[in-house]
């Protein structure tokens, strides 16, 4: 498959998407606030948004990632979640917040969820840039979701294909045709 900057669409500016994670910081840090908390993010795909939203969230917090992989590189997930390397903290009465790119069929985040509530943090929610609700195969409350969108493969600002387009500032459709 050729792979061009030409076949993306944009759909959300780096405007965009700098207004809505500030938004999302403010938010979180007013639900927390005298809190401390432990913010996961779920890489590779989540790290601008984790950088942006972390320096929007004024709170003390601890930063720790986790590598899950969903998808075999291309336009579908495998159905299969793997753990690449988790997290090197425990979170036992803590409150966690998970951060995501995009959830889709829902898969990777219901699994990261269980294995993390197995471990008794003190709370957990999650926070996604984006969210295709219409892809769902199974069901994950997610409490802070930055744009809900059509189902589109979208690229960009974290988010690849096949390993590429990850270091775009905006979002965008990819298109194959
Ligand atoms: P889920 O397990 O199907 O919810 O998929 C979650 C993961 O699939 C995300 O963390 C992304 O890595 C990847 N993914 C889902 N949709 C897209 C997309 O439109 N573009 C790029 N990656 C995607
Ligand atoms: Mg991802």
Redesign the pocket.
């Known amino acids: 498959m050729v792979k061009s900057l030409s076949r993306i669409y944009p759909l959300l500016t780096e405007e965009q998407i700098q207004r809505r994670v500030k938004e999302l910081g403010a938010q979180i840090t007013a639900d927390y606030a005298g809190k401390e908390i432990v913010v996961i993010g779920?890489l590779n795909?989540v790290f601008p948004f984790f950088a942006d939203l972390a320096r929007a969230i004024h709170l003390d917090l601890d930063v720790n990632f986790m590598r899950v992989a969903?998808?075999g590189g291309g336009l579908e997930?495998t159905g299969e979640?793997k753990i690449i390397f988790d997290i090197d903290q425990s979170i036992r009465g803590r409150h966690t917040l998970v951060v995501?790119?995009?959830?889709?069929?829902?898969?990777?985040?219901h699994k990261v969820r269980n294995l993390l509530l197995d471990r008794d943090p003190a709370s957990l929610k999650i926070v996604t840039l984006l969210d295709?609700p219409g892809r769902r195969r199974v069901q994950v409350p997610v409490d802070y979701v930055g744009f809900a969108i059509e189902d589109?493969?979208?690229?960009g600002y974290g988010?690849?294909?096949e390993g590429r387009f990850r270091n775009l500032p905006y979002v965008g459709i990819y298109n194959p045709a």
């Open positions: 779920l795909g969903s998808y997930s979640v995501e790119d995009i959830v889709d069929t829902g898969l990777t985040l295709k589109h493969f979208v690229v988010l690849d294909l």
